[in-house]
């Protein structure tokens, strides 16, 4: 059964940084391309980055090119999100989501974590 | 790049027909993928491609796509689809993935 759980999340000072973690079970985990979404009451859902099966490309939103980084340990089956120089715009509950097929270039997300709280404030 | 409307609100009676609206220029020429959010809950995919359906949601709902509106539906509408709903599209042009507004869903 396919299993995410993100973790990291917590209250950070505006222009700090903080780390996210994914941990993933149940598939072939460096068979998939994975992703980072977030969710906030004021701003909806929103897609914040993507990451081949491989790790061979990155993509990201224009919010976060330049601050975030998306990358993965196969070896770990572990997923990350590094944020660095956070807003307070940046508030949201944060998702990891995995691709509907193997080794896809663009698909949906079939399977979601519960996802892990972000709070930017002084 | 795609802005996606969706109704903020639909409600409906148990038992009768739900659609819920994705409106964009010309969405009938991609996909569109649907996921249904009950709160506190994570998103869960019940229609890609338009209008295929994942292993485990029910027949009851469907999806099509044409022109400059796709749409949901849900038949012999439950208490338990009470959720908000979300379309979704990739947009080449930016390699970007968009989600529309969300649509609540009440069931009276």
């Known amino acids: 059964q396919v299993h995410l759980v993100e973790s990291g999340g917590g209250v950070v000072q505006p222009g700090r940084s903080l780390r996210l973690s994914c941990a993933a079970s149940g598939f072939t985990f460096s068979n998939y391309g994975m992703h980072w979404l977030r969710q906030s009451p004021g701003r909806g859902l929103e897609w914040v980055a993507r990451?081949?099966?491989?790790?061979?490309?990155?993509y990201y939103a224009d919010f976060g090119k330049g601050r975030f980084t998306i990358s993965r340990d196969n070896s770990k089956n572990t997923l990350y999100l590094q944020m660095n120089s956070l807003r307070a715009e940046d508030t949201a509950v944060y998702y990891c989501a995995r691709d509907l097929r193997e080794v896809a270039t663009v698909t949906p997300f079939d399977y979601w974590g519960q996802g892990t709280l972000v709070t930017v404030s002084s | 790049s795609y802005v996606l409307t969706q109704p903020p609100s639909v409600s409906v009676a148990p038992g009768k027909t739900a659609r819920i609206s994705c409106g964009a220029n010309n969405i009938g020429s991609i996909s569109v993928h649907w996921y249904q959010q009950r709160p506190g809950q994570a998103p869960v995919l019940v229609i890609y491609y338009n209008d295929d359906r994942p292993s485990g949601i029910p027949e009851r709902f469907s999806g099509s796509n044409s022109g400059n509106t796709a749409t949901l539906t849900i038949s012999r509408v439950e208490a338990g689809d009470e959720a908000d709903y979300y379309c979704q599209v990739w947009d080449s042009s930016s390699d970007h993935y968009v989600f529309g507004t969300g649509t609540k869903v009440t069931v009276l």
């Open positions: 990451i081949w099966y491989d790790g061979s490309n990155t």
